[in-house]
Each structure stands twice: as C-alpha cells, then as structure tokens.
Nanobody, 117 residues
Framework: QVQLVESGGGLAQAGGSLRLSCAAS????????MGWYLQAPGKQRELVAT???????DYADSVKGRFTISRDNTKNTVYLQMNSLKPEDTAVYYC???????????WGQGTQVTVSS
C-alpha cells in the first residue's frame, strides 16, 4: 500500500517559516518525480514546486526565492522549506509522487498551513 504522509504544517506569522515533510512508503521515492501542491478554500489545486528524479527543481512564480523543495532518497522523504511566509500562502498543502514509467500518480492527505498577518 502506497502512502504519502505530510507533516510540518501549522500556524505561522507572516514573515515566518515552516518546513513541510512528505514521507513515502510503499514506493521508492527516488524513482518518482515529487511535488508539492496547494489548495486554498474554494480554489483549484495548484502547483507549488516539483523536484524530478535527477534533482532538478521548478517553482510557481509566487514562491520563487521563498520556498525550497528538496529530497532525501535515503529517507524516502521530500521537504518543502517555506520562508518569508505570506497570508496568501494559507492553504492545504499536498505531496505528490508521479511516475510516467510506472503510470502512477499518488497523493498525500494534505497538511494545513495557515499564515496570519
């Protein structure tokens, strides 16, 4: 059974930091392109950041320079370091594991991030 378990969400003040973790089980995360997405109330889920198998990263314009995605394949875990948080970052953050080779696309259950002004 594949599981992606997010942690590290919570309440932060504007300008503060949070670090999200996504621990994968049932898959070898090193074989998957990993990503973080957010979904604000009443809005569609949108991309925050991705890191591919080779370690190349991509970010939404709204988080460039503030968020950093990384992976530790030895721990089967992906991280999202969130700095200089803004109230508009408030959302549920979801971890994603995608493999075109295996034709798989997995999602975590999400973790709430709330940024107060």
């Amino acid at each position: 059974q594949v599981q992606l378990v997010e942690s590290g969400g919570g309440l932060a003040q504007a300008g503060g930091s949070l670090r999200l973790s996504c621990a994968a089980s049932g898959i070898s995360a090193r074989a998957y392109n990993m990503g973080w997405y957010l979904q604000a109330p009443g809005k569609q889920r949108e991309l925050v950041a991705t890191i591919d198998i080779g370690g190349s990263t991509d970010y939404a314009d709204s988080v460039k320079g503030r968020f950093t995605i990384s992976r530790d394949n030895t721990k089967n875990t992906v991280y999202l370091q969130m700095n200089s948080l803004k109230p508009e970052d408030t959302a549920v953050y979801y971890c994603n594991a995608k493999s075109s080779f295996y034709s798989n696309n997995f999602w975590g259950q999400g973790t709430q991030v709330t940024v107060s002004s």
